[in-house]
């Protein structure tokens, strides 16, 4: 099925393609022509949280490179006695799952939102941010496992003492974005729930009219948090 | 033709209530269960104890697999204009120019520390 393109300038004028690139940038006026300002400013944001969450990962790669001491198999590390037998990485590729969850239930609240369905754009909100504090709840049970078992910033147990601060640092790091993301989706349900979009009612971080485009800029927000764990898990955990 | 005329109606309707991205839901459950089972591969990498190239390969492979679905569908970068599109993925990949500098700093690292700290344990 063909989706009509929309764009809020004067539709059919504006060319597509590398030429469309052009216009765009050189126009007089936005250069994301289908993009509001708080999605473009949405995509902007994330894309300086891709470079610090890169500097993370490019800096974890170089401690790992370049250390003589073996690195901790975080296979083991991370393993899990479960029925008498250690599980390998099996908490890691549950919280994997509960975030992959997370994700498909976001982008059908972002689909209900466009639908003006309220009560479902809500559930699935919810839902989201109940999957979203799980994963926190698990990592940080994974911290307390890890602390207990004598692991800190500085050293560890199984070798390589950068193994410790870079864990700390890459998957702390991470938590805090699952955990404002799932204050905002608190709030942003909330708003869907009270009707504030229905209405166009003012409010939140500017006293502009509210529109279920929020409701896509914070899910921009939260897939980005899913798709920062798709590389810690490669790198961080089955590297 | 009356599901061309509903067509047109609905159009008219989304014209006057929101613009966005509207697509069916079948294809956010379809990129959902494939998310799934690509975490699912990358586990199983993991669990079967495959090594060398070949995980790097398969693990390499699911990622960038798994974060093309997400940009593309989830956060609908498939239905933006390229201008918005090559100003966001572009800067990400110059990142790589960054992990090539660091990859050989690193060998130098642990080049210098290997040959004047003796062999590691």
């Known amino acids: ?239 | 033709m009356s599901e061309t005329t509903a067509h047109a109606q609905n159009q008219t309707v989304h014209a006057q209530i929101d613009t966005g991205q509207q697509h069916p839901i079948r294809l956010y459950l379809f990129v959902w269960g494939l998310l799934f089972v690509l975490s699912a591969f990358s586990y199983m990498v993991d669990y079967l104890g495959v090594q060398g190239y070949l995980r790097w390969t398969l693990i390499l492979v699911f990622m960038m697999l798994k974060a093309g679905l997400i940009v593309a569908v989830f956060m609908h970068m498939a239905w933006e204009r390229l201008a918005l599109v090559y100003a966001i993925l572009l800067p990400p990949l110059l990142v790589l120019v960054f992990v090539a500098l660091m990859v050989s700093e690193a060998d130098y690292t642990i080049f210098t520390r290997l040959a004047f700290f003796g062999a590691a344990p």
């Open chain 1, 1 to 239: 099925m063909a989706h009509p393109v929309q764009t809020h300038g004067e539709p059919g004028l504006s060319p597509v393609g590398l030429r469309g690139v052009a216009a765009d940038f050189s126009s007089d006026q936005r250069a994301f022509k289908t993009a509001s300002w708080g999605k473009a400013m949405m995509w902007i944001f994330l894309l300086s949280d891709t470079f610090v969450f890169g500097c993370f990962l490019i800096a974890y790669m170089t401690a790992r490179m370049s250390t003589p001491v073996a690195w901790p198999n975080p296979s083991e590390v991370f393993a899990l006695h479960i029925g008498g037998q250690n599980v390998p990485l099996i908490l890691i590729a549950i919280m994997t799952f509960v975030l992959i969850s997370s994700s498909g239930t976001m982008a059908m609240a972002v689909n209900f939102g466009y639908r003006r369905d309220r009560r479902m754009t809500a559930m699935l909100m919810l839902l989201t941010a109940l999957l979203g504090a799980g994963f926190v709840g698990m990592q940080a049970f994974e911290w307390t496992k890890l602390i207990t078992e004598g692991v800190r910033p500085w050293e560890n147990p199984w070798g390589a003492a950068q193994f410790g601060s870079t864990f700390f640092m890459i998957t702390g790091f991470h938590g805090t974005h699952v955990t404002i993301g799932v204050i905002f989706l608190l709030i942003v349900a909330h708003k869907v729930w009270r009707g504030d979009f229905d209405v166009e009612r003012r409010g939140f971080f500017t006293s502009r009219k509210g529109r279920y485009e929020a409701v896509e800029i914070m899910g921009l927000y939260w897939h980005f948090v899913d798709l920062v764990w798709v590389f810690i898990f490669a790198f961080f955990y089955l590297w």
